[in-house]
């Protein structure tokens, strides 16, 4: 989320005179502590050389890993 959107919902809840400090204080809080949660998780993709240096390993090596995982 970003800031901006984050002092649009500030904004709104200051309007709002049935909500007390307190309670827009929560909910503020809410709000930011959820934003990096709520992101979806998205696999990353790295190339054959660079799984094979993290897997101290070969290109080859990554190869029949792979094939062996399609299989």
């Known amino acids: 989320m970003l800031e901006s959107t984050l002092e649009i919902f500030r904004t709104a809840l200051r309007a709002d005179p049935s909500v007390t400090p307190s309670e827009r204080a929560r909910m503020i809080a809410v709000v930011r502590n959820s934003k990096e949660e709520q992101r979806p998780s998205i696999p990353q993709i790295i190339r ?19 094939a062996t995982r399609t299989a």
Request: aromatic share 6%.
């Open 48 to 66: 054959r050389h660079e799984a094979a240096r993290r897997l101290s390993g070969s290109v080859r090596f990554v190869d029949r890993l792979a």
